[in-house]
């Protein structure tokens, strides 16, 4: 499985940007973001099923969110009102299988400046 994110730049404080994912496979149990800061552990952000249930980071809920594309391969995190601490490297990240196997994409840099 093959995951390409893109996306991500620089934005002042307040700002959006939207990241985008794209699965070569379109048959999951969830994809979402996670996003690791410099000198922090990796966390995740947002998750979308394939039944279309989502949930998402206290820290980032009323301010993004994630949805899938008319394509069901692709995963959208929309980001609204980014703060400085929204900074990190956002991986997308699919959940596939009885097995329950992971899947990463390559990471995109989010950059927050205030």
């Known amino acids: 499985v093959q995951l390409q994110a893109s996306g991500g730049g620089l934005v002042q404080a307040g700002g959006s940007l939207r990241l985008a994912c794209v699965a070569s496979?379109?048959?999951?149990?969830?994809m979402g973001w996670y996003r690791q800061a410099p000198g922090k552990q990796r966390e995740l952000v947002a998750r979308?099923?394939?039944?279309?249930?989502?949930s998402y980071a206290d820290s980032v809920k009323g301010r993004f969110t994630i949805s899938r594309g008319n394509a069901r391969s692709t995963v959208y995190l929309q980001m609204n009102s980014l703060k400085p601490e929204d900074t990190a490297v956002y991986y997308c990240?699919?959940?596939?299988?009885?097995?329950?196997?992971?899947?990463w994409g390559q990471g995109t840099q989010v950059t927050v400046s205030s």
């Open positions: 990240h699919m959940e596939r299988g009885h097995y329950l196997r992971d899947y």
């Open positions: 979308i099923t394939s039944g279309g249930t989502t």
């Open positions: 496979e379109s048959i999951f149990n969830s």
